[in-house]
């Protein structure tokens, strides 16, 4: 039988890597806003942009740390010259790393 602290120390190791691997690239969503009815925006993901657009909103989703500055960077510069105007929502990004920084 291996030692008990042994077997912990490699399931948090384990877990980390695995943890690691799959936040290394960041979700983004390309949103398109239309007119509604009544005044209202309404929003249209699209997989692609092809032309030039007045208004993009790049939505961010996930954890979003050091690990995952190159994904992000590559992805953004592909859609860099799509649009004049560029909204950047983070609704949706993981704080929690944040507040483990201030502890």
């Known amino acids: 039988m291996p030692r008990l602290d042994l077997a912990i120390f490699t399931g ?5 890597v695995l943890y ?3 936040t290394n690239q960041v979700t983004v969503k390309l949103l398109v806003p239309e007119n509604g009815k009544d005044s209202q925006i309404i929003e249209r993901e699209v997989k692609s942009v092809n032309e030039k657009l007045d208004i ?4 961010l989703e996930g954890n979003l740390f050091f ?8 992805k953004l510069l592909d859609i860099v010259d799509k649009s004049k105007i560029f909204i950047l929502r983070m609704k949706y990004v993981t704080r929690w790393i944040l507040l483990l920084l201030v502890l």
């Open 12 to 16: 948090i190791v384990l877990s980390i």
């Open 56 to 59: 993009l909103i790049i939505q």
């Open 20 to 22: 690691l691997k799959d």
């Open 67 to 74: 690990g995952s500055a190159d994904d992000l960077q590559i």
